[in-house]
């Protein structure tokens, strides 16, 4: 019984610090700048996997043809 006093007591804190701090809009904009960032990132990685894909594909061909393996 005296954790879930601690838990709640903690939480009610942690409420009331949110909700009197002023930098809580700083971070929100911060979150939600890292996102867009990291969305932008994991497209950027995976346009670039096709396209290696790709270049390999064609290494690949190019190998086996020159080579004569079917």
Do not use: C, H
């Not at 990132?41 to 080579?67: H, P, Q």
């Amino acid at each position: 019984m005296e954790n879930l006093v601690t838990t709640v007591s903690l939480a009610r804190s942690i409420t009331q610090r949110f909700t009197s701090e002023e930098d809580g809009a700083t971070a929100t904009e911060y979150a939600i700048t890292v996102g867009f960032i990291a969305i932008v990132i994991v497209a950027g990685v995976g346009l670039f996997g096709i396209s290696l894909n790709g270049y390999f594909d064609n290494l690949t061909t190019g190998i086996k043809t020159a080579l004569n393996i079917p």
